[in-house]
DNA sequence: GAAAACATACCGTCTGGACGGTTTTATTGC
DNA sequence: GCAATAAAACCGTCCAGACGGTATGTTTTC
């Protein structure tokens, strides 16, 4: 007989609250020690209304990366939209999507599913078999060594923002990013 | 009264067995969800061995960063006596020390570690200190935009192999190496 | 009034780790 | 050289709390 228990239903945005919860908590204690109360209890639902739109921990999870890569897939779509050299488009557009800042709709949920990706060895192959769609798709235009090497380094300072183990003042950021871009196009 | 109490003891050698095991289940299933039970199993000892060496969970995983961070600076520091050219010699060691086949001492533990850095704050606050105190001291030498570069790259390729997402031939590892080590000298 | 959207209560299992015992190793005294 | 004693290196058991999940209500919504 709680207030929440009262208050007017709208169940996508109770879903989306969960959802948002459970990121930012793997993001601070890992998906391995990511506890179905503490999510519950961050989104302002009893763990019972939890369990009622995730049957279990793991489709809570799975939920976590289907959102993830449909926002995922989106930004690089809208970014690659605007690029008319074809070369190292992919290359360029998942760059802006994962590193440019603000580039990244909301930074926090990437964060956390990277460690969630860590953790779940069937999130792993979920996400490998993404990985490898994505190279096959662009195998044409980013298949070059140093488009492959701007991923990579784009990988690396996603890693590093998740640990926040590089503190880069914005200047360089910039630099950084057009740098990137730059060995894109070669 | 087991065959393993009644064994030579061999404090050290125990010891490296169970961060051995800590590391390698670290990778199977993350930091997170680490147990006591599995790692003292694992490395053939009673949980109460596991506790006399490690009075906690958290030193544990400590015990495994420590272990980490020695072997880390030995292999670069290892590395970085054999480069005669100054400019981009620690980003080179990096390389050889992450990234290049046979250059990792213990491959596992390293991949381990990312994850178990990733789930648990406080040691990623003792990575961060490492890696800050890494760049401050390397100025000098290796504060170009494409060191820095080709660090991240050798970041982002790491946490490839620790998502084994990225299957690369052996025959393409080298290129992207020599290509590495070749921007590290601009 | 049926079904969806929640809440509450509860259960079985797992996990960290405290504790006391036993065996091996090191040190000391003679 | 050899007991005697202390200390280190383990083992096995037990427990309190945490956690995932079930079962059963209660309130909205359609």
Partial sequence: MSIAHQ???????????????AASLCLEKGAGSLTLDAVAAAAGV?????????PNKAALLDGLLDDLMERLDAA???AMRSDPEPHGRYTRAYLQACFVPGGMAEEGRWKAMTM?????????????RWVEEQSVLH???DASIDCELVRF?????WLGSVLESHAMPPERARMLARRLTELSYS
Same sequence: chains 1, 2.
């Fill in 153 to 157: 380094a784009v990988d690396g300072l």
């Fill in 46 to 54: 009893s763990k019972g209304g939890l369990l009622h739109h995730f």
């Fill in 7 to 21: 208050r007017k239903k709208q169940p996508e945005a109770v879903r989306q609250q969960l959802l948002e919860a």
């Fill in 76 to 78: 690089i779509r809208e």
């Fill in 116 to 128: 969630a990706l860590l953790g779940e060895p069937n999130l792993r192959r979920r996400w490998r």
């Fill in 139 to 141: 195998a044409g235009t």
